[in-house]
C-alpha cells in the first residue's frame, strides 16, 4: 500500500535555481523522512520531520510538515549539479513496524 | 568504519536457480529490512526483521525467504518461485521499527542488482 506520493514525478531547474518536491500521504504519521539516491545506489537519509513540528532546516534543504493537510515539502536552495538525484519521502503508519517510500522525484540539475 | 554492505553487486540468475543475497551491517542495529526497486519506482518491502531469529513479511514477500541467525546479517534468498526477479534489491537497517520509537532513519547498503537469463 503506497502511503507518501510525490510530486512532481520529475523536475528539472537550472543550476542556482531553487527545487521544491512534495509529498502526499493518507493515515496518520509519528514522523516523515527524506531520502536521496543517486543513480544505481542505495538510499541515504537527508531529515527527518516529527509530526508535531511544522518546519524543519539542515544546511540548503528544508522541510515543511503540514499535519491537517497530510503533506510535506523538500526546498533544495541554491541548487547544485550534484543535487541530481532521485527523492523519496517515507511515513510511518503511526501504529506500524515499517516505513513506507514513495515513488519519488526525480530532480535534474542543468549546468 | 562502521556501514551496512551487500554483496554481490551485480548477480545473473538462471531460470529456476535460487539465488542468496548477502546483507551485514556494523552498526549494531537491531532491525533490517530488504526492499526491492523496479525501474522508475519507489521502494516496495520484502522482508524486515526487529530482533536476531525473528522476521515478519512485508508487502511482497511471496518467492523470497530470509533469515536472521545473527544480528550482523539478514541474508535474502530469492527462489524459483519469485516469477519476476529481475530488479535492484535493498538492504537497511535502523536501531528501531517506527513501532518502537523515533530512532528509525534507515541505512542502506549499495544494493544488488539481479538479472534473470
Known amino acids: 500500500s503506497q502511503q507518501g506520493e510525490e510530486d512532481p514525478q520529475a523536475l528539472s531547474i537550472q543550476e542556482g535555481e531553487n527545487a521544491t518536491m512534495n509529498c502526499s500521504y493518507k493515515?496518520?504519521?509519528?514522523?516523515l523522512q527524506w531520502y536521496r539516491q543517486n543513480s544505481g545506489r542505495g538510499l541515504v537519509h537527508l531529515i527527518l520531520?516529527?509530526?508535531?513540528?511544522r518546519e524543519k532546516h539542515s544546511g540548503r534543504l528544508r522541510v515543511t510538515l503540514d499535519t491537517s493537510k497530510k503533506s510535506s515539502s523538500l526546498l533544495i536552495t541554491a541548487s547544485r549539479a550534484a543535487d541530481t538525484a532521485s527523492y523519496f519521502c517515507?511515513?510511518?503508519?503511526?501504529?506500524?513496524?515499517?516505513?513506507?517510500f514513495g515513488k519519488g522525484t526525480r530532480l535534474h540539475i542543468l549546468p | 568504519d562502521g556501514g551496512i554492505t551487500q554483496s554481490p553487486k551485480y548477480l545473473f540468475r538462471k531460470e529456476g536457480q535460487n539465488v542468496t543475497l548477502s546483507c551485514e551491517q556494523n552498526l549494531n542495529h537491531d532491525a533490517m529490512y530488504w526492499y526491492r526497486q523496479d525501474p522508475g519506482q519507489g521502494l516496495r518491502l520484502i522482508y524486515y526483521s526487529q530482533i536476531v531469529n525473528d522476521f515478519q513479511k512485508g508487502d511482497i514477500a511471496e518467492g523470497y525467504s530470509v533469515s536472521r541467525e545473527k544480528k550482523e546479517s539478514f541474508p535474502l534468498t530469492v527462489t524459483s518461485a519469485q516469477k519476476n526477479p529481475t530488479a535492484f534489491y535493498l538492504c537497511?537497517?535502523?536501531?528501531?521499527?517506527?513501532?518502537?520509537?523515533?530512532?528509525?532513519?534507515?541505512?542502506f547498503g549499495p544494493g544488488t542488482r539481479l538479472t534473470v537469463l
Open positions: 493515515t496518520s504519521i509519528n514522523n
Open positions: 517515507a511515513t510511518d503508519g503511526n501504529r506500524d513496524d515499517k516505513i513506507i
Open positions: 520531520i516529527r509530526s508535531n513540528e
Open positions: 537497511a537497517s535502523s536501531m528501531e521499527t517506527p513501532a518502537e520509537g523515533n530512532n528509525d532513519e534507515q541505512f
